[in-house]
């Protein structure tokens, strides 16, 4: 494999002494590589930063609502359907659940690009993501099950 012979991170190994620091670094590379096949799988750890960006209005990591609803396990939900939040979504959103939207992947990231197109009607107040990359990303963490 090219990719791992012209490896920038011998040198880096080279350098640093820790040996945990060169485990991490090596399982790093071993995701580049497996992400690399596995063409746009998510990548978690990136999308926990793109989650900053929801971080106002959900929570993934418990199931504390928010201005939006807690988000965790929300990969595989019925939309509208998270119980404690019941009150408060948008007639729009139960509708589309009741309907059979159900937030797989592929829905995931059509939402998130677009929200008001996906689901016209919804209150959620976020313009949508622009990058496949982000989108990928954070349904990525999403699923990871997060854990504060
Ligand atoms: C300004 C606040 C706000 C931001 C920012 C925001 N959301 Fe939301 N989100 C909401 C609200 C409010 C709802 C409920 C919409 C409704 O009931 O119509 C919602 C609904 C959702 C749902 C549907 C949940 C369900 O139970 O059906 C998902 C998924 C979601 N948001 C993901 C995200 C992600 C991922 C981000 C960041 C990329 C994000 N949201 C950013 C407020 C926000």
């Not at 900053?52 to 990969?75: F, Q, S, W, Y």
């Not at 690009?113 to 990928?136: C, E, H, R, W, Y």
């Amino acid at each position: 494999m090219a990719f791992v012979k012209a490896s920038p991170y011998k040198n880096d190994s080279q350098k640093s002494p820790g040996s945990a620091m060169l485990r991490a670094i090596s399982s790093a590379a071993l995701f580049l590589i497996a992400s690399g096949i596995a063409a746009h799988a998510g990548d978690a750890a990136l999308g926990k930063k793109v989650f900053n960006r929801c971080i106002a209005c959900h929570e993934a990591a418990t199931d504390h609502d928010k201005v939006g609803p807690h988000l965790m396990g929300v990969v595989g939900r019925k939309a509208g359907s998270a119980e404690s939040f019941a009150g408060h979504y948008s007639q729009a959103m139960k509708d589309a659940g009741a309907a059979g939207l159900i937030w797989d992947d592929a829905n995931l990231a059509e939402y998130l690009k677009a929200p008001k197109q996906k689901v016209p009607g919804n209150k959620m107040a976020f313009t949508g993501l622009t990058s496949d990359d982000d989108i990928a990303n954070v349904i990525a963490y999403l699923k990871a099950d997060p854990k504060p």
